[in-house]
């Protein structure tokens, strides 16, 4: 499985961005694709998380509320709309997919800077 983020950049407080993750090879047994983010001198936290099965969905409290995601299966991307950012949503956001049965997949992650 390949996973490929776009859609970062810089964007000035209360603006917002749509991140795309873009999966590629043997997908069927992916049960679970979130995205995460990394600020620096931080641990790596959870953002947003999506069921493929049945797409329920959870958030970190930090962007509920701000952050949506969704997935386009016939597209096998999965989207991260971030609305009202604040200049502590700057980190490098990964996306991660889960099968349950070995190491999730990573991408190479995207730069998101917001400015105040």
């Known amino acids: 499985v390949q996973l490929a983020e776009s859609g970062g950049g810089s964007v000035q407080a209360g603006g917002s961005l749509r991140l795309s993750c873009s999966a590629s090879g043997s997908l069927s047994g992916i049960n679970v694709m979130g995205w995460y983010r990394q600020a620096p001198g931080k641990q790596r936290e959870l953002v947003a998380e999506?069921?493929?099965?049945?797409?329920?969905?959870a958030y970190a409290g930090s962007v509920k509320d701000r952050f949506t995601i969704s997935k386009d299966s016939a597209k096998a991307t999965v989207y991260l709309q971030m609305n009202s950012l604040k200049p502590e949503d700057t980190a490098v956001y990964f996306c991660r997919a889960e099968t349950g049965v070995r190491m999730p997949y990573w991408g190479q992650g995207t730069q998101v800077t917001v400015s105040s």
């Open positions: 999506i069921s493929t099965s049945d797409d329920q969905t």
